[in-house]
């Protein structure tokens, strides 16, 4: 293994490590003691260990339920999604499952508000460090990415529905004031992740330029996406350009961008966010 490979996965598993202390200091600072249920598996161990120990007085650890219920999910990220994608978020499942039953949290408040908010703020980062490190907490994760990339499909819907279902139960047991401040810490939760966490959304590059082929070859070699030239005529001096037209992962627009103009500092740039993409768009599989 090359030099680079090696620093690339001790990032990887440095963003894993951090993500796993963020989600344990989360889960036993603001999530436990405002009794709110996080969304996907997660959210399912912490909502069947509240009924155990409610109404049969036994306490089971948080690890032995998240394992369990991550079993199938982690066989179709093995089998289906991608080998290294798969260790890493098992390594996430099993260092967190273990730090959230032995890390003492912090009694910062007892404010069930500012526990949704501030807890759904932690929960967005956490899983941030999970996805720049190319993995997932696990659970639904795997289950989505499987589906979507089956059936070309989003999953939200059903991820959505399997939510609902949980956080019901939550009211029926826990009480409605949980299941409702539930829903806030996931909705901060989903708004942290859209602000933090950007290789799904796309970008349109409209660039007008005289070296359209030097350009090219910048986004090309960088993102690996393709690109179309128009040939174009100012209407203040009639002179001749030509306009670059391509789309790129809006994580991937702002290093274009930079380079983009180191190449031509002539170069007009216009960056338009791309709502949905309809035919071939280069996505980089799972490891």
């Known amino acids: 293994m090359k030099r680079k490979e090696i620093l690339r996965e001790l990032k990887r598993l440095l963003l894993i490590i951090l993500g796993s202390l963020i989600t344990a200091f989360n889960i036993n ?31 089971i650890p948080y690890s032995a339920l998240t394992w369990t219920l991550n079993a199938i999910p982690i066989y179709i990220g093995f089998r289906f999604i991608g080998k290294r994608f798969t260790f890493y978020s098992v390594v996430m499942i099993v ?9 003492p949290g912090l009694s910062l408040t007892n404010d069930v508000l500012l526990c949704a908010i501030f807890g759904g703020i ?29 059936t070309g499909k989003s999953a939200w819907n059903y991820i ?29 939760t989903t708004q942290g992740l859209n602000f933090l966490y950007k290789k799904y959304k796309k970008t349109t590059l409209l660039i007008v330029t005289d070296k359209a082929q030097e350009i090219y070859k910048i986004i090309n070699q960088k993102t690996h996406h393709d690109g179309t030239i128009f040939k174009g005529k100012g209407c203040y001096q009639g002179a001749e350009h030509e306009i670059l037209y391509s789309v790129v992962s809006s994580s991937e627009s702002g290093k274009l961008e930079k380079e983009i103009r180191e190449a031509d500092p002539e170069a007009f740039i216009n960056v338009l966010e791309s709502k949905e993409i309809i035919g071939r768009f280069f996505k980089r599989t799972n490891d």
């Open 160 to 188: 959505l529905a399997g939510n609902c279902c949980v956080l019901l139960t939550a009211g029926i047991f826990l009480g409605w004031n949980a299941a409702l401040y539930s829903i806030i810490f996931q909705y901060v």
């Open 122 to 150: 932690i929960d967005a980062v956490s899983i941030y460090c999970c996805l720049m490190a190319d993995s997932s907490s696990g659970g639904t994760d795997f289950i989505s990415i499987y589906i979507s990339e089956r």
């Open 95 to 103: 260092l967190s499952g273990i730090l959230v039953d032995f890390v």
């Open 29 to 59: 600072t603001f999530v436990k003691s405002a009794n709110i249920i996080p969304g996907g598996f997660s959210g399912l161990a912490l909502l069947i260990q509240h009924i155990v120990n409610k109404f049969f007085n036994v306490n």
